[in-house]
């Protein structure tokens, strides 16, 4: 079984900071890709950011120059620092793991609220 253990979430004023951690643990052979998704009331589940295997990074244009995607050296926990925040970055955020030739897995989600 996988496990993705999420947390970081809250409620922070605009332009203030967060930084959310996923841990991924259970029958994991080999992690292909972490990344996180966010999905605002009313909207559809948008990529964030991700991180691949081989480190290569990805983010959301939205996002570019203010949210960081890295990972411990063990390569099992991401974490999404982000800066600069809007209110319209509020959402719930979710991790997703890519793993063993293209099997994936969703945490939980965590919500983030930022006001203005």
């Known amino acids: 079984q996988v496990q993705l253990v999420e947390s970081g979430g809250g409620l922070v004023q605009a332009g203030g900071s967060l930084r959310l951690s996923c841990a991924a643990s259970?029958?994991?052979?080999?992690?292909?890709?972490m990344g996180w998704y966010r999905q605002a009331p009313g909207s559809q589940r948008e990529l964030v950011a991700i991180?691949?295997?081989?480190?290569?990074?990805n983010y959301a244009d939205s996002v570019k120059g203010r949210f960081t995607i890295s990972r411990d050296s063990a390569k099992t926990t991401v974490y999404l620092r982000m800066n600069s925040l809007k209110p319209e970055d509020s959402a719930v955020y979710s991790c997703?793991?890519?793993?063993?030739?293209?099997?994936?897995?969703w945490g939980t989600g965590t919500l983030v609220t930022v006001s203005s």
């Open positions: 991180i691949t295997s081989d480190s290569s990074t």
């Open positions: 259970g029958s994991i052979a080999s992690i292909e890709a």
């Open positions: 997703h793991l890519v793993y063993d030739y293209g099997r994936d897995y």
